[in-house]
Nanobody
Framework: QVQLVESGGGLVQPGGSLRLSCAAS????????MAWYRQSPGKQRDVVAA???????NYADSVKGRFTISRDNAKNTVYLQMNSLKPEDTAVYYC?????????WGQGTQVTVSS
C-alpha cells in the first residue's frame, strides 16, 4: 500500500513558476514508476509527465520544455517543476504511483494560472 500526498499548488500569474511535490508513505517507493496527471472541469484526466523507477522521463507535448519531473528516492518524493505557466495549465494535478500490478493516486492539488 502506498499513500500519496501532493502539495505546492496555488495561484500564479501567466509566465510564472510552481513546483509540485508528491510525498509517498510506505516502503519500496523506489520500485514504483511515478507520474503527474491533470484534470480540468469537464475534461478527462491526462498524463502530464512520468518518470520510471530507473529515472527515465516522458512528457506530454503540451508541456515539453516547460515542465520537469524528478524524484528523490531518499525522500520518497516526486516533483514537478512547472515554468512558463499558461492559463491552459489550470487544472487539478494528481500524482500516481504505479507498477505492473497496482495504481495509487493522491488527492490532487489545484493549480490556477491567471492574471
Amino acid at each position: 500500500q502506498v499513500q500519496l500526498v501532493e502539495s505546492g499548488g496555488g495561484l500564479v500569474q501567466p509566465g510564472g513558476s510552481l513546483r509540485l511535490s508528491c510525498a509517498a508513505s510506505g516502503s519500496m517507493f523506489s520500485i514504483y514508476h511515478m507520474a503527474w496527471y491533470r484534470q480540468s472541469p469537464g475534461k478527462q484526466r491526462d498524463v502530464v509527465a512520468a518518470i520510471t523507477s530507473s529515472g527515465s522521463t516522458n512528457y506530454a507535448d503540451s508541456v515539453k520544455g516547460r515542465f520537469t519531473i524528478s524524484r528523490d528516492n531518499a525522500k520518497n518524493t516526486v516533483y514537478l517543476q512547472m515554468n512558463s505557466l499558461k492559463p491552459e495549465d489550470t487544472a487539478v494535478y494528481y500524482c500516481k504511483a504505479f507498477n505492473f500490478a497496482y495504481n495509487y493516486w493522491g488527492q490532487g492539488t489545484q493549480v490556477t494560472v491567471s492574471s
